[in-house]
């Protein structure tokens, strides 16, 4: 029996990385599952690949009435919706303080902060009617600690953060949890630009993902000092936490944030001194010059 038998979910941003692997444990587990994306060829790909519980449906999460489609197809198909996965999402920029423009402001707080509010507001009069119904908000440990974002992508996390814990207790008494997950720095497209739907994602190709996956594993592990549980995590790492918070095994948990981040925050001791690395690494470059005023 799996674990989210007879449930029927929606994941944004399912063509990559966590949304991708996502869509998969929820599939294995016994899911039917819509999923979205901008890349439609790799999204139609994934869909036959995955079988008759799994659809893909074009999106562009910028776009509320592109939202709502998906929403509207997925109970057109499968007749109601217990599960949104709220995935979509990736730094626009970065941007530095003295820089920033409206525009990098609108485009990305649209991606990461309305797209998630506009999909809760469309699906909420489907999941209000399941007994139980979970949405899960793909947060970011850089809503918590410098040194994994820029600001600006930092504070749409952050927004993200108390819309949820907020949010959550106004949806209690309709059966509606809300959480979070935050993953740490994990292997996937984010960090090379190379989602299917984004400009340069549409022209890599397997072997190029392929080797720049192995590539940011390695860089992952050479500068976070803190990652000691001797690998970098991936997709599947943060979508078995979501496939948690998705299942009624969680039923009582809501309003909360779960960080996996293979103890990325949880290590706060300074790089020198008798906690050191053999060849520690400082992620922030310490300020010499300060010493001498
Ligand atoms: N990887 C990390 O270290 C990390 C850490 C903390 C939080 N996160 C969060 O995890 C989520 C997934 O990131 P990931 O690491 O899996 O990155 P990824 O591999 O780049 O995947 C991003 C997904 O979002 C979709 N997407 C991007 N823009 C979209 C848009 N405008 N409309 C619809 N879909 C869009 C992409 O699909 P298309 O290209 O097909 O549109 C893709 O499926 C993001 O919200 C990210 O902020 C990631």
């Not at 599939?27 to 995955?50: P, S, Y």
Request: hydrophobic letters at 40%; proline letters at 5%; a positive charge.
């Amino acid at each position: 029996m799996g674990r989210l038998d007879g449930k029927v979910a929606i994941i944004t941003g399912g063509t990559s990385g966590i949304g991708l692997e996502t869509v998969r444990i929820f599939v294995q587990e016994g899911c039917k599952v819509m999923f979205c994306g901008r890349g439609e060829k790799v999204g139609e790909q994934i869909a036959t690949e995955l079988g008759e519980s799994c659809a893909f449906t074009k999106c562009d999460v910028n776009v509320e009435s592109e939202i709502k489609n998906v929403i509207d197809k997925t109970v057109e198909k499968w007749g109601k919706l217990d599960i949104l996965f709220n995935n979509a999402g990736g730094p626009v920029g970065p941007f530095r303080v003295d820089q920033v423009k409206k525009e990098h402001l609108d485009a990305n707080f649209s991606l990461n902060f309305n797209s998630m509010v506009l999909a809760t507001k469309h699906a909420l009069p489907h999941l209000v009617k399941q007994p139980t119904s979970s949405i899960i908000n793909n947060s970011s440990i850089a809503a918590k600690k410098a040194g994994f974002g820029d600001p600006l992508y930092s504070a749409c996390k952050g927004a993200m953060d108390s819309y949820s814990r907020v949010a959550a207790m106004q949806l209690a008494p309709r059966g509606v949890r809300i959480n979070c997950v935050s993953p740490g720095a994990t292997a996937t497209p984010i960090f090379w630009s190379g989602s299917p739907g984004s400009a340069r994602g549409a022209k890599l190709t397997a072997e190029e993902n392929a080797r720049k996956q192995q590539k940011v594993e390695a860089n992952i592990m050479n500068n976070c000092a803190s990652l000691r549980v001797g690998r970098a995590g991936t997709g599947i790492d943060i979508a078995r936490a979501v496939c948690f918070l998705a299942s009624d095994e969680s039923m009582w948990i809501t309003g909360q944030d779960l960080t996996v981040d293979g103890g990325m925050t949880a290590f706060d001791a300074p790089n020198k001194g008798w906690m050191a690395d053999p060849n520690p690494v400082d992620p922030v470059p310490l300020r010499h010059k300060l010493s001498k005023l």
